[in-house]
């Protein structure tokens, strides 16, 4: 059974940082770009950043662009996010995924971002 399991959500305060682990277990994910997502209260899930299979190439929705880092490590077959400059728009529950998204969603992590 494929399992992605995200964690490192949590409370912070605007303008802090938070980083996010998603691990994949069950099967190895080293040839499929990989993404993270996010999904506020009363909104439809959003892309937020992709990292191909080798992380060199990399992909930020406008929202967080300069704000948050992608970045994958194939050995342990996980895949990050560094959040930096958090704002209180940023706060959702964050997943990750593979492109496109064709694995069952993980439980997601929760991000909360206090004025």
């Known amino acids: 059974q494929v399992q992605l399991v995200e964690s490192g959500g949590g409370l912070v305060q605007a303008g802090g940082s938070l980083r996010l682990s998603c691990a994949a277990s069950g099967r190895t994910f080293s040839s499929a770009a990989m993404g993270w997502f996010r999904q506020a209260p009363g909104k439809e899930r959003e892309l937020l950043a992709l990292v191909n299979w080798s992380g060199a190439s990399t992909y930020y929705a406008d929202s967080v662009k300069g704000r948050f880092t992608i970045s994958r490590d194939t050995a342990k077959n996980t895949v990050y996010l560094q959040m930096n400059s958090l704002e209180p728009d940023d706060t959702a529950v964050y997943y990750c995924?593979?492109?496109?998204?064709?694995?069952?969603w993980g439980q997601g992590t929760q991000v909360t971002v206090s004025s």
């Open positions: 995924n593979a492109d496109p998204p064709a694995i069952p």
